[in-house]
């Protein structure tokens, strides 16, 4: 492997000069610079990026944390921070920490001590005091951590509204919600969207609340009981879309047409939703554009020591699908 | 920040005792040691990973490249190599190709200069000779690359002649074929197993083999077709599940029920394949199985220069769900 100093040596240059070449920092004149290009290009010189996080103290690097990648939301926020950080010519890591206090706290410490510069979690379990130790910029996903640390959020109670909105708008007149599990805030935050909306109807029932886990068995068990016990549903909003896939396949196990004689509406907007059958109504969140802000916002947190907290919350929309369009599929 | 020399000083040893501590090489009395450990812990001191990295030329960190990690096929392998990597205190690099030969070298040459040691590709693009240049070891998924790069792979081929002869045992006599793209090998390969199977029957029709693209969307389109032209088909074999999921959302559009009127298997095992209506029966590959035997001959190869190349095929199996079984849903 080619060394600076050969580089140097060939250009007919100091070991500074060329440093100052690859770093683009420092004047260099330009006859000088094309002949330590074109050194660095005969030897096939790869200026080593560790020795340079060494002096920096940077790696270049960042990573994120989700419960699981294989849960059908991450996949894409994931993407879209990868694309972020390609552009920035970052590595972007990541790490499977099934929501587990001491994975995390494993991963963080190995990826300090690895130089990374940032990190972008999702988790509903890390806490203000976990991340106190990190010395690096950190970006929350899903859920504000603290008023210290910067987020990406959507509006998960007021576009849970939205969505019984519209199925009221459509004809539905009873309307149950299949609700995720309660210690994960947005799941809390849909559940209370609903409320918002139906508590005080007359036909309103408690009954009509039952818990899917944000799980495709469990939901579509608990929908067929709900359906069996309670005939005159005829809207259901799922917490989330995998969720809304259990209802529809409960929907057909019942025989329940939909949208005929249940209209079914998700909430997530991830891809699966629009290749079930029917398709399957949402209110989406805009994923990619969560996680592209996400990387965004840590770039120039990285770049810049003045830059501050950042908490932004972007707004969900109504994806009309077969699962509510009458004549549908 | 503490450094080495504070921990020597606190402990009362050299640096050099410290280091071996460490880095468990070399004899230290367990009083000296558990007098560094005390001072490591107080100091919260973390040896620099980047320093280490620099001379041994190795940063504990290895990449994986996917075309597209939103391609449902991908989180579960991912999911699986980054539990593996895990395991062995490695850092997992995620790198979303598009299957594009410039991002691809972009992305080996930034890792090479990072010190990745070593890569897990999945990539229908990349050939022997653009590899050629790579010091580290390699482990092809889902295609041979070349004899000399490591390979994990399913048995395509004869998985498909398995499905295709399922479909016959159930009952169907005209079964048509969704194919995925001529120029993938896999799509290639499962194309020739449905052929070996049909190409002989009387029945046989090569209009039954028509084009979908590995996409829904496509995939639907072309079922509809099909299915309107050809209204003998009563089996359906799709290359893909995400083809298959198409197939299911066509067959609801021209009023054939599944499986009554029509039987689907799709070829791959995807998660999502168990939250369609109806669930749909697959030829399986074991894919978290693929992803840590891929990770596991990497780390191999990495810890010793003599282990040789690897080619393993891994075995598809049949899993049976609503899609193909009466009275299902």
Redesign the interface.
Known sequence: MATIRDVAELAKVSTATVSRVINSNGYVNDGTKKRVKEAIEQLNY??????R??FKGQ???IALFVP???N?F???L??AI??VT?RH?Y??????TDNDIDKQMDYL???????ADGFIIVSSSLREEDLQ?IQVPIVALDRIISPDISSVTVNNRSGSVQAVQYLKSIGCTRIAHIAGPEHVDNAALRLRGYLDEVKHEDWFNSDYVVSGAYN?DVAREAAIKLLTNYPEINGIFAGND?MG??V??A???VGKKVPDDLAVAGFDGI??G??????LTTMAQPIYDIGAKAAEILMTQIQSAEYGVAAEELTVRLIERQSTLKGG?
């Open positions: 790869l200026p080593n990026d560790v020795a996080s060494l790696s270049k690097m699981d990648i294989t059908p991450f996949p894409e994931a993407r990868e694309d390609n010519d590595t972007f890591v990541l790490c499977n410490n190995a990826l300090q001590q690895k130089s130790h495709f995998l896939a259990g529809l396949n929907a057909a196990s891809a699966i629009g290749t079930l059958t029917p398709t599929v």
